[in-house]
């Protein structure tokens, strides 16, 4: 299928561990591209490629696939934590990009 | 460092038309793709639309086909998207965004700008 699913929602407790998935067909061609993007703002990439991180990404963010299912990963979630993310990528044609509906992710 | 800055947004009556620009600045202008992608107010990111390095290729989103362009102005480091016949579903916050290629291969959207709105109203 040309989309990529997310849960709406996840809840963590602050500094446990929390996995936030994309699930979708592109996703065996492609790996995803997370993003965070908190009110207001503009999304940032947090985990791209296999498992890299920007510079300035906390180490604690870190990302899987298998098959057509890629993993965000917060080990020890912190309240800075607390956002919106995306995983996105391109389509099986490789021309079209696309995202996922979204995590709204809440630290309790 | 990278900065990317849309102009342009308003609100607009349906079926008129807008552009947007978007000022990049702090990267080789000319070595990167870019792209357009948009928000709903409270909804999700939807890609719109990305140009190829050198203007040559263009790809749209289903949902603005045949009715956005997007273009761009290598010798004045400058992003446009041109809207029109614009629809009450076509509001939304538009970002201009960079495509970066790595490990010669693999490619990402990387920098974004902070955004403009775009409010399609009678």
């Known amino acids: 299928s040309s989309e990529l699913t997310q849960d709406p929602a996840v809840s963590v407790a602050l500094r446990q561990t929390v996995r936030i998935t994309c699930q979708g067909d592109?996703?065996?061609?492609?790996?995803a591209i997370w993003y965070q993007q908190k009110p207001g703002q503009a999304p940032i990439v947090v985990i791209y490629?296999?498992?890299n991180r920007p510079f300035g990404i906390p180490d604690r963010f870190s990302g899987y696939t298998s098959g057509n299912t890629a993993s965000l990963t917060i080990t020890g979630a912190q309240a800075e934590d607390e956002a919106d993310y995306y995983c996105a990528s391109r389509d099986s044609s490789g021309n079209h990009w696309m995202f996922g509906g979204g995590t709204k992710l809440t630290v309790l | 460092q990278v900065q990317l800055v849309e102009s342009g947004g308003g609100v607009v009556r349906p079926g008129r038309s807008l552009r947007l620009s978007c000022a990049a600045s702090g990267f080789t202008f000319e070595s990167h793709g870019l792209h357009w992608v948009r928000q709903a107010p409270g909804k999700g990111l939807e890609w719109v639309a990305v140009?190829?390095?050198?203007?040559?290729?263009?790809y749209y989103g289903d949902s603005v086909k045949g009715r956005f362009t997007i273009s761009r102005d290598n010798f004045k480091n400058m992003l446009y998207l041109q809207l029109n016949s614009l629809r009450a579903e076509d509001t939304a916050v538009y970002y201009c965004a960079r495509d970066h290629l790595y490990d010669n291969s693999w490619r990402l959207i990387d920098y974004w700008g902070q955004g403009t709105l775009v409010t399609v109203s009678s």
């Open positions: 490629g296999k498992n």
């Open positions: 592109s996703l065996t061609y492609y790996y």
């Open positions: 140009i190829w390095y050198d203007g040559s290729i263009q």
